[in-house]
Structures are given as C-alpha cells and as structure tokens.
C-alpha cells in the first residue's frame, strides 16, 4: 500500500487547508485509513480516521475538520478550517489492517504512511 499526501503549505490564522491522500496497492485488506499529525517535540496524535465506513475523530479535530473519501479517485481528505497556529504539524495519512475500534488513535497499529506534508499556520 502507498500513501502519498499533498495540500499542505502555509496558512494564515482562521484560514482553511484541504489535504488529500491518494493511495494504492493493495487496500483490499485494509480496515482504516486515518489522519495524524505530530509537531515539532511532541508525539504523533490522531486527527480523524475512517473504520467500517464510520469517521471518527480526534480531540485534534475539536469540531473544526472533516474527513471525507472519493473512493473512486482512492483517496481521502482532510478539510480543515478555522486553523489555529497550534494546528503547524506535520500531517500524515495512514493506512492499517485488522484494527479494532478502540485502537484506532494509536499510531503504532498502523501498517502504512505516507510521508507527510507540513502545514504551517502563521501571519
């Protein structure tokens, strides 16, 4: 499976971002896909994710993004609006098998990543 993010850059604050994440190979076995980011000193923290056709989201997220997919063009989104300057992360798509609901926040039970895309939120 490969995950190739894009969209990021620099935004003012209250400014809005979409990110994409075209994947490919073999996602027939994968169960989620899902957004994390991680800033600079801090540990890598989930944002939003898809399981069973469900969306879930992050404490991250707080009301201000959403996750969406075109299955069709095999990827997902992430609309993000109202950015904060504690939102400057880097944002990583992620891609795992047999993940149970309960373990969809923690990083280490996914099998796939992308290589991220800053975003950076500063006037």
């Known amino acids: 499976v490969q995950l190739v993010e894009s969209g990021g850059g620099l935004v003012q604050p209250g400014g809005s971002m979409k990110l994409s994440c075209a994947y490919s190979?073999?996602?027939?076995?994968?169960?989620?896909m899902a957004w994390f980011r991680q800033a600079p000193g801090k540990e890598r923290e989930f944002v939003a994710g898809?399981?069973?056709?469900?969306?879930h989201y992050g404490v991250a997220a707080n009301g201000r993004f959403g996750i969406s997919r075109d299955v069709a063009m095999s990827t997902i989104y992430l609309q993000m609006n109202s950015l904060k300057p504690e939102d400057t992360a880097v944002y990583y798509c992620a891609a795992g098998s047999n993940l149970r609901q309960p373990e969809l926040r923690r990083p280490d039970r996914y099998n796939y990543w992308g290589q991220g895309t800053q975003v950076t939120v500063s006037s």
């Open positions: 190979g073999r996602t027939g076995g994968t169960s989620a």
């Open positions: 898809y399981r069973g056709g469900n969306t």
